[in-house]
């Protein structure tokens, strides 16, 4: 699934490092070229909402139920990055 545009990261690899990016894991490179992605790339949200990053986040700690603290740090995240990187103003 992609939207089509043309990424410095392609989709497939923008959401490999998802949920590093939310645990605050990936490097700092690898940190901006997600961001960027995220803000320039609404599929990827859509089909990886954020339901399924919480699961395959409590999948990784190994918890068997989704804390709601989770789920607002990711929502939190996403919003975060949103707001960061402002309104898409290319392509
Ligand atoms: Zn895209
Ligand atoms: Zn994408």
Redesign the pocket.
């Given at each position: 699934m992609?939207?089509?545009?043309h990424?410095d990261l392609d989709?497939g690899a923008a959401l490999d490092h998802l949920y590093e990016f939310l645990d605050g894991e990936t490097a700092p490179t690898d940190h901006d070229q997600i961001a960027q992605?995220l803000q320039?790339?609404g599929?990827?949200l859509q089909e990886y909402d954020v339901e399924r990053i919480v699961k395959a986040l409590v999948a990784r700690s190994c918890c068997e139920v989704a804390p709601a603290q989770l789920r607002s740090k990711v929502l939190a995240e996403l919003v975060s990055v949103r707001i960061r990187m402002g309104p898409a103003d290319r392509g």
């Open positions: 992609s939207c089509g545009k990424h989709c992605h320039e790339c599929p990827c």
